[in-house]
């Protein structure tokens, strides 16, 4: 089955330092999904983003379906944007969505 | 506002009961799934359903259950079978096939 990778797994930044995290995967997808999960585990969809660009305020995503892989980008970053980053993936016929095991993301003051 | 709703927030059980998760939504979504997050850990899909009165097993579905009689709602329970049921809980829907997902705030299941 497609398989998804994020990188890195753990990321420390400083307030207002800028960062990429990335998603691989190994098929074609029809559906690709960045969440943040903050410290109290509440999931929040970022981006629903098969293919191009979004951006939302400090956030944008960029994927790039024929070479496998997207982008999220977190500018001006804030203590708030700690949590967990996950990817996730629909390929095929799959009715389910395939999970990276995230990317672990802490900002401090 | 539209939403997913959960509950409860935390629970706790006794070894051998059988405890029922609530989840319920008002975005008019067909589709429906709870995961299961262990510390550390990425989510893991127990059940899902695509439609009324449908449901298929996901990955780690034994020693649970869940109904869909109506479309606003998909409750899991989690019976005496499940041999580790501490985790945290989480229930999702979205447009069939489409689109993004959205979850509820989760449910904390602590086996005391």
């Known amino acids: 089955g497609i398989q998804v990778e994020q990188s890195p797994p753990d990321l420390i930044l400083q307030e207002g330092a800028n960062s990429t995290l990335r998603c691989n995967f190994s098929?074609?997808?029809?559906?690709l999904q960045w969440f943040h999960q903050n410290p109290w585990g509440q999931l929040i969809n970022l981006f629903y983003i098969p293919s191009g660009t979004k951006q939302n305020g400090r956030l944008s995503a960029t994927t790039v379906a024929t070479e496998r892989y997207s982008l999220l980008y977190i500018s001006s970053s804030q203590t708030t944007d700690s949590g967990v980053y996950f990817c996730?993936?629909?390929?095929?016929?799959?009715?389910?969505?395939?999970w990276g095991l995230g990317t672990s993301l802490a900002v401090n003051p | 506002d539209g939403g997913i709703t959960q509950s409860p927030k935390y629970l706790f059980r006794k070894e051998g009961q059988n405890v029922t998760l609530s989840c319920e939504q008002n975005?008019?979504?067909?589709?429906m799934y709870w995961y299961r997050q262990d510390p550390g850990q990425g989510l893991r899909l127990i059940y899902y359903?695509?439609?009324?009165?449908?449901?298929q097993k996901g990955d780690i579905a034994e020693g649970y259950s869940v109904s869909r009689e109506k479309k606003e709602s998909f409750p899991l329970t989690v019976t005496s079978a499940q041999k580790n049921p501490t985790a945290f809980y989480l229930c999702?829907?979205?447009?069939?096939?489409?689109?993004?997902?959205?979850f509820g705030s989760g449910t904390r299941l602590t086996v005391v």
């Open positions: 359903s695509q439609i009324v009165n449908d449901f």
């Open positions: 999702a829907s979205s447009v069939e096939g489409v689109g993004g997902y959205t």
């Open positions: 098929d074609s997808v029809n559906n």
């Open positions: 996730a993936v629909l390929a095929g016929n799959n009715r389910k969505l395939i």
């Open positions: 975005l008019n979504h067909d589709a």
